[in-house]
């Protein structure tokens, strides 16, 4: 093999592994689950707690629902609060939390065309992050029940070069301050509507 051989087969080794980091996909960042197993629980004088999930609605025109790109799901967020927070500690009777909503839309925004967009760096989408969650709880025994809703909302609209990492730890922050906003209200709620249940 002459010395031409060896340095084109060199230089195809090359390229491929050159072509091989192109393509490998980036280093994904890791998320800590959203938990409540920190906060007291909430025990209710009921036999068990259940969980359940309304049919979305359909979306705006041009929207998108982006729930699956968050690193945990909205839905799975509540139903992780849920879990952690509520606790069956009666003998009759139940408490029944509704997921009325919990997911995220995109709508990509207005952009500028020509010069304008060449110098400058333009926000690009839009998400709006909602989360509505229902909570009915009842004893027959002693004659108590009674039912609260709480909704919250989060916006937020990113830049169109953020990578993939950027824009996943923007909706994981959007996320667990819509949660933290939800465990606060719902937790005063309960103790508004529900007080006769708690124990």
């Not at 849920?82 to 009666?90: I, K, M, N, S, T």
Request: aromatic share 4%; with cysteine.
């Amino acid at each position: 093999m002459n010395t031409f051989q060896s340095f084109s087969i060199c230089l195809g080794a090359l390229s491929l592994l050159l072509l091989a980091a192109c393509d490998a996909p980036p280093n994904r960042q890791k998320f800590a689950d959203m938990t409540f197993q920190h906060r007291p629980a909430i025990s209710l004088d009921v036999a068990s707690v259940q969980v359940e999930t309304e049919p979305a609605a359909a979306l705006p025109s041009g929207a998108e629902d982006v729930s699956a790109e968050f690193p945990q799901s909205p839905a799975a967020a509540v139903n992780q609060w849920a879990g952690d927070r509520l606790r069956a500690v009666g003998i009759r009777g139940q408490a029944d939390v509704t997921i009325v909503e919990a997911r995220a839309i995109r709508t990509p925004l207005p952009r500028s065309s020509g010069l304008d967009a060449a110098l400058r760096k333009e926000q690009s989408d839009r998400y709006d992050l909602a989360l509505e969650v229902r909570i009915t709880a009842f004893n027959p025994v002693i004659g108590v029940s009674g039912t609260l809703t709480e909704r919250v909302t989060r916006s937020q609209t990113v830049l169109e070069d953020l990578t993939l990492n950027q824009r996943e730890a923007v909706l994981y922050n959007m996320l667990d301050a819509a949660m933290k906003d939800l465990d606060a209200r719902l937790e005063q709620r309960i103790s508004q509507h529900l007080g006769p249940l708690m124990r």
